[in-house]
Nanobody, 123 residues
Framework: QVQLVESGGGLVQAGGSLRLSCVVS????????MGWFRQAVGKEREFVTT????????YYADSVKGRFTISRDNAKNTVYLQMNSLKPEDTAVYYC????????????????WGQGTQVTVSS
């Protein structure tokens, strides 16, 4: 079992940027696919993006494509989410998650989760 700790959330104006970080404990970080999900108040948690264990494959929800970028540094056991051109509808708690599957396809495929970090985008 790994532990995940997110950071980097905060309050930003529309059009601004934030970078979230997720540090993962354990020596097997490089074997996990990593993902970011988000949950807005009153809504279900939704997929944002995922990255393969080596970083060579990424996938994005249509709502963030072209604005968000996921990356990872396996030497630092860290996955990042660079968020640009933020919109008020991006306001949510953002969760980092780890999967030991080669190609996780949904929330159920991620077995380890962080506690979340709040992102608030003002209009």
């Amino acid at each position: 079992q790994v532990q995940l700790v997110e950071s980097g959330g905060g309050l930003v104006q529309a059009g601004g940027s934030l970078r979230l970080s997720c540090v993962v404990s354990g020596r097997t970080f490089s074997t996990y696919a990593m993902g970011w999900f988000r949950q807005a108040v009153g809504k279900e948690r939704e997929f944002v993006t995922t990255i393969s264990w080596g970083g060579g494959s990424t996938y994005y929800a249509d709502s963030v494509k072209g604005r968000f970028t996921i990356s990872r540094d396996n030497a630092k056991n860290t996955v990042y989410l660079q968020m640009n051109s933020l919109k008020p509808e991006d306001t949510a708690v953002y969760y980092c998650a780890a999967s030991n599957l080669l190609r996780p396809r949904g929330e159920a495929d991620f077995g380890s989760w962080g506690q979340g970090t709040q992102v608030t985008v003002s209009s």
